[in-house]
C-alpha cells in the first residue's frame, strides 16, 4: 500500500533553515513526490515536484529558499532564510495509477 | 494564469447529496485531469477522486461508491456529487488541475461544506 509518512511538527527560528521529511513506504521508494504549502486559513499551494533522483521543479514563483533532495524512499523539502509567512503545513503528495495519495503534514513553527 | 472556483450549498442535510461544482480559467479543462481535495476541519488532505475531459473517473476507495465526478467540457466545468453524507463529511472542497496526471500544481481557494440538520 502507497503511504507517505511525516512527523507532525517542526520549528526553526526565524532566518534559519529546516529540513521537512517525508517517507514513502516499503516498495515505493523509486516514486516521485510534490510538495504543499498551506499557509493558515488559506488553500493549498504545490511548491515543487521532486524525483527520485533529487531533481525538481518548482511552481511558478517559489522562491530559491525552498529547495528538495531525496534520499532511498525519504524526500525531504529545505526551507532556508525562514520568514515568518513560511509558517504553515507543508504535505507531501504522491500518485501511482488510480489512486492519489497525502502524506499527513508537517506543521512548521517559526520561532 | 489558470484559477479554479469551487460553488455550491454550504449546507447539506444529513443523508442528502452534496454537490459542487469547479471553473476553470486559464486553461483547457480538455487538457487535464481533474481532482477534487476535502480538509475535514483540523485534519490533513484527502483525496477524493479525478477525471479526465473523457470522462475516465477514478476515486478514493475509502469513499465507496458514494462519489460520482463528472466534467461538462462546454462549459470548463468538472463538477463532485457526494451521496448519503454524514457529519463526517463536513470539510474544506477544493478542486485542483493535475499536471501530467500526477501532481496537483493548481488549487482553488477552498469551499467549506456543512453537512448538519
Known amino acids: 500500500q502507497l503511504v507517505l509518512t511525516q512527523s507532525p511538527s517542526a520549528s526553526a527560528s526565524l532566518g534559519a533553515s529546516v529540513k521537512l521529511t517525508c517517507t514513502l513506504s516499503s516498495g515505493h521508494s523509486s516514486y516521485a513526490i510534490a510538495w504543499h504549502q498551506q499557509q493558515p486559513e488559506k488553500g493549498p499551494r504545490y511548491l515543487m515536484k521532486l524525483n527520485s533522483d533529487g531533481s525538481h521543479s518548482k511552481g511558478d514563483g517559489i522562491p530559491d529558499r525552498f529547495s528538495g533532495s531525496s534520499s532511498g524512499a525519504e524526500r525531504y523539502l529545505t526551507i532556508s532564510s525562514l520568514q515568518s509567512e513560511d509558517e504553515a503545513d507543508y504535505y507531501c503528495q504522491t500518485w501511482d495509477t488510480g489512486i492519489r495519495v497525502f502524506g499527513g503534514g508537517t506543521k512548521l513553527t517559526v520561532l | 494564469q489558470v484559477q479554479l472556483q469551487e460553488s455550491g450549498p454550504g449546507l447539506v442535510k444529513p443523508s442528502e447529496t452534496l454537490s459542487l461544482t469547479c471553473t476553470v480559467s486559464?486553461?483547457?479543462?480538455?487538457?487535464?485531469?481533474w481532482s477534487w481535495i476535502r480538509q475535514p476541519p483540523g485534519k490533513g488532505l484527502e483525496w477524493i477522486g479525478y477525471i479526465y475531459y473523457s470522462g475516465s473517473a477514478n476515486h478514493n476507495p475509502s469513499l465507496k461508491s458514494r462519489v460520482t465526478i463528472s466534467v461538462d467540457t462546454s462549459k470548463n466545468q468538472f463538477s463532485l456529487k457526494l451521496n448519503s453524507v454524514t457529519a463526517a463529511d463536513t470539510a474544506v472542497y477544493y478542486c485542483a488541475r493535475e499536471a501530467a496526471a500526477q501532481y496537483f500544481d493548481f488549487w482553488g481557494q477552498g469551499t467549506l461544506v456543512t453537512v448538519s440538520s
Open positions: 486559464g486553461a483547457s479543462i480538455s487538457s487535464y485531469y
